[in-house]
């Protein structure tokens, strides 16, 4: 294990110039400074618009009604290959289906079981890319079976090539969540940690909170795993959202406590890009190494009651009973709260190296702001997305991703990016 950074504090510690020859901030007040040989890029605040996202998609795959093939249950990952063809993985259908770049059904692979090409829960599905963006001679496809630990290599034709089971420890929980390059699969990995039994002195609530709330139950490793399975390398360490536990009556219930930040990472052939989820900071690895820090010099907004009440009531669903928001509320008093909004919450990799980061948004809102980075770690502005669109790729000057309709039904779709002067 070569990296081990706890992204909580990161993104401060390395920043403020101690132990690195400050830069001297340039006349737009962006500061360059280097830290143990690791590039840390100060970005002022702003407001600049990098680029704008189509109403209309290019192209639309998926129906409410019509062939099996496109009807989508509940869609995990979507990607494109050299070709342009569509890799879609459902996780419902356990099925990964291919669609050529017009949106035809070419070929379906998978089903649910054990065996080889089955899955029992699939996470994921990938196209093998090399750093220069290519996919190679052939398409290889890799996906992922969280609830086996497994990932299945395909060969171009579909094929099923071999399956490998990701190497962990019996207290941790494994779930692949990418590629890291042609040849590692990006992992997040949460150990459990089992309580001490015998000092819980009866109580539901000792139980619970023992079993699933505190800091340390939120402690997750971000992990690369060779092809073979085989454990290569631990990258950082993050935080999963915290958990609150409250008594009710003779027992407890137990919730994710409202505000918790999150981190997060994604892989490309450029990488591996991590966030914390407390800071509007990214922390970008090459090759094992941590060799970039980049961030906004701004702090994510403070935490009001209205904010909560707000969190809630888009929790509930707009006929929730008064009453029923009122108690979850109170609920949710009688935990530590924090003091700010988390920061990103969802993160990925262009296809030319810039980092995309999705600020925090409420269940309400019907747009998300997702803040770019140059892979030099300076700040190129924010996109307007909708938040009935899930981004899963930027390439090509387009954004690949999932739309989800009123009537919940889900689309792959492709829509223009159009740069902000072009």
């Known amino acids: 294990m070569r990296h081990l950074i706890l992204m909580g504090l990161v993104a401060t510690s390395a920043c403020d110039g101690s132990g690195a020859d400050s830069g001297t901030p340039s006349p737009t007040g962006l500061e360059v400074t280097d830290s143990a040989g690791v590039r840390v890029v100060t970005n002022p605040p702003g407001d600049l618009v990098y680029a704008e996202l189509a109403e209309e998609p290019l192209l639309s795959i998926g129906q409410l009604t019509g062939p099996d093939e496109l009807l989508f249950g509940r869609i995990a990952t979507a990607r494109r290959d050299g070709a342009g063809n569509v890799i879609v993985a459902d996780r419902q259908a356990h099925q990964i289906r291919v669609f050529d770049a017009g949106g035809r059904h070419l070929q379906t692979l ?58 962990g420890r019996e207290d941790m929980s494994i779930r692949p969540i990418g590629l890291a390059g042609p040849d590692a699969v990006l992992s997040r990995a949460s150990p459990f940690n089992l309580p001490d039994f015998g000092n819980l002195g009866g109580s539901i609530t000792g139980l619970m909170g023992a079993l699933l709330g505190g800091e340390e139950n939120s402690r997750v490793l971000f992990v690369l795993h060779r092809l073979d399975g085989a454990l290569a390398d631990t990258l950082a360490e993050g935080r999963d959202p915290v958990i609150g536990t409250v008594a009710m009556g003779d027992g407890a219930f137990s919730f994710a406590i409202p505000f918790s930040p999150e981190s997060g990472a994604a892989g490309s052939p450029h990488g591996v890009v991590v966030t914390g989820g407390t800071h509007y900071a990214i922390s970008i690895f090459e090759d094992g190494s941590l060799r970039l820090i980049a961030r906004l010099d701004e ?29 979850r509320i109170e609920r949710y008093h009688q935990v530590p709260l924090r003091d700010s909004l988390p920061a990103y919450t969802d993160i990925l990799f262009a296809e030319e190296g810039e980092v995309w980061a999705r600020r925090y948004r409420f269940a309400d809102a019907p747009v998300a702001r997702w803040d770019v980075f140059a892979p030099d770690g300076v700040y190129l502005g924010r996109v307007a997305v909708p938040t009935s669109f899930r981004i899963e790729e930027v390439s090509r000057g387009q954004a690949l991703g999932v739309a989800t309709d009123e009537l919940g039904v889900e689309r792959v779709q492709i829509r223009e990016l159009t740069l902000s002067g072009s």
């Open 110 to 167: 998978g089903r649910e079981g054990e065996g080889p090409g089955e899955f029992e829960t699939l996470s994921g599905a990938w196209v093998v890319r090399y750093r220069d963006g290519t996919s190679g001679d052939s398409r290889q496809i890799i996906a992922a079976d969280s609830e086996l630990d497994r990932i299945t290599l395909f060969s171009g034709e579909g094929t099923p090539m071999g399956t490998a089971t990701l190497a």
């Open 299 to 327: 702090s994510p907004p403070v935490r009001t009651d209205e904010h909560l009440e707000r969190y809630v009531r888009g929790s509930e669903g707009s006929d929730a009973d008064e009453a029923e928001v009122r108690e």
